[in-house]
């Protein structure tokens, strides 16, 4: 939409540019061919923004041819004069004094040879060095508001990322009290069904079996509370510690291979925390819902992304000490907080695929 409305102004632009020139070609009585130069000196203007300085090139080639056959009015190198400051707003400085500096050094020469005041001679002079200071005016003023916005934006995504920060924050002092909560409950009423069992025992009395079940469902239950809540409390969990984690996943019986692209470099506690993580659940995903036994770990230190990629063969098999959890919605809440995706999906000949792409900030890459 912004390209067509540049091209319709342009197109506005050199209609009236080719208005104001005509009138110096009234004046002197031009044919058609020095009205039809005119015009498309004029009109060459519409490519002017996609191809300035071809626009420029052409637009003096024929204002010259013009010049030569009827000569050069007041208003005729208003086309030329707008296409140079096309020229230099694109920043093409040498481009322009290599055009310019010719036809000021030719025309101040024309003018002495012929004996013609030297006023005159450089008032063409003056029309360039405004048309050139005007567009180097131009240019900063444009690179100024593009600097603007981009801080701004840059602002915008600071302020966004630290509320997503503090969120996830503050989701995580929730989760941890939770599970402290939990882990005290839990181990109250482990210790109460064991003491139930053990006065039993001592009396000579059939344990009941509830209370059995108990004692062994609040001993798991325990176990996998505290594992997951020393895994909240590390905080600096970062791919340092991949080969500790790799071993025990080969130590349940999971043949892992890991291969790493780009260049390995130091990564921001935040990325190297989400990609440690990401890798853990995945390969415990892989432990507990497929039916096998090896599991492939891509690492790439891209330019600008950290992508981490865990990938199995096998097929998701149904168990009933694996109840759904909420292992993706966590990998996606901490991968989306860094600005990043999260993709999981089933392989296209089977298996399933997590892959995770974490922006790694520019001081950093």
């Not at 939409?1 to 540049?6: I, T």
């Not at 089977?350 to 974490?358: D, M, N």
Request: proline share 4%; aromatic share 2%; net charge neutral.
């Amino acid at each position: 939409m912004a390209g067509v409305r540049g091209l319709a102004a342009d197109a506005l632009l050199a209609v009236g540019v080719a208005a104001v020139a005509l009138v110096d070609a009234l004046d002197v009585d031009a044919g058609p061919l020095e009205v039809g130069l005119l015009l498309a000196a004029a009109l060459v203007l519409v490519a002017r923004r996609r191809a300035p300085r071809v626009v420029l090139v052409v637009c003096l080639g024929l204002l010259l041819t013009y010049g030569t056959r009827v000569g050069l009015g007041l208003f005729t190198a208003v086309p030329a004069l707008v296409a140079l400051y096309t020229v230099v707003v694109a920043g093409h400085r040498l481009f322009v004094l290599a055009v310019a500096a010719p036809l000021v050094a030719g025309s101040v020469g024309t003018a002495i040879r012929e004996g013609g005041a030297l006023q005159e001679a450089l008032l063409p002079a003056g029309w360039l060095v405004a048309a050139l200071l005007l567009g180097e005016v131009a240019r900063e003023r444009a690179a100024q508001l593009r600097a603007a916005r981009l801080r701004a934006e840059e602002a915008e995504r600071t302020r966004e990322e630290a509320a997503a920060r503090r969120a996830a924050e503050e989701r995580l002092r929730i989760a941890r009290d939770l599970h402290d909560s939990l882990t005290h409950s839990i181990s109250v009423i482990t210790l109460r069904a064991r003491v139930a069992v053990h006065l039993a025992r001592k009396r000579g009395e059939e344990v009941p079996e509830v209370l059995l079940a108990i004692e062994e469902a609040g001993g798991a239950a325990a176990r996998e509370l505290r594992t997951a809540l020393s895994a909240l409390r590390v905080d600096e969990d970062g791919l340092d510690r991949l080969p500790g984690l790799l071993d025990r996943a080969r130590g349940a019986g999971l043949e892992v291979t890991v291969t790493t692209g780009g260049r390995p470099r130091r990564l921001p506690a935040e990325v190297d925390r989400a990609a440690y993580r990401v890798v853990q659940e995945a390969l415990t995903n892989v432990l507990r819902h497929a039916d096998t036994t090896s599991a492939a770990i891509t690492i790439d230190y891209g330019s600008s992304d950290l992508t981490v990629r865990v990938e199995d063969e096998g097929s998701p098999v149904p168990r009933e000490d694996a109840e759904p959890g909420l292992g993706l919605v966590g990998m996606r809440e901490r991968v989306t907080a860094l600005g990043g995706r999260l993709l999981a999906h089933p392989g296209d000949t089977g298996g399933f695929t997590v892959s995770a792409e974490i922006p790694v900030p520019k001081d950093m890459r």
